[in-house]
């Protein structure tokens, strides 16, 4: 296993609470590494984080291991079957109004 690899392993192994389910596969191509990560689907929001921020981590942290070693080194986390998929984008004309009449009279 190649230092990218287990640093990602090990990385994500101490965040979630399933560890013994973490992998991952390390693919080799014309852009670089590819590492894939594959957790439990309970532990998908620790991964991910808040606004994505735990994965950006992640990835910001891989890139440096990857320029270390002379590499580029992406991270693609699998969605576990079932997941939620990504959000549908709302649009200004399906915005819910919202209800300020009890503010609107305070002269401000």
């Known amino acids: 296993m190649e230092a990218d690899q ?9 965040i979630v609470n399933n ?9 080799i191509d014309e852009r670089g590494v590819l590492i894939t990560l594959d957790v439990d689907p309970a532990d998908m929001g620790y ?6 921020q735990t994965a950006r981590s992640i990835r910001t942290l891989l890139k440096i291991v990857g320029a270390k070693h002379n590499a580029r080194v992406n991270l693609k986390i699998n969605e576990p079957v079932g997941g939620r998929g990504p959000r549908p984008m ?9 209800d300020t009449s009890a503010v609107d009279d305070l002269g401000i």
């Open 90 to 98: 709302q649009s200004a004309s399906e915005t819910p109004m919202i």
């Open 19 to 27: 560890p013994d389910k973490v992998k991952t596969d390390r693919i």
């Open 6 to 14: 287990m640093f990602v392993e090990s990385l994500v192994k101490a």
């Open 47 to 52: 991964v991910i984080g808040r606004s994505g």
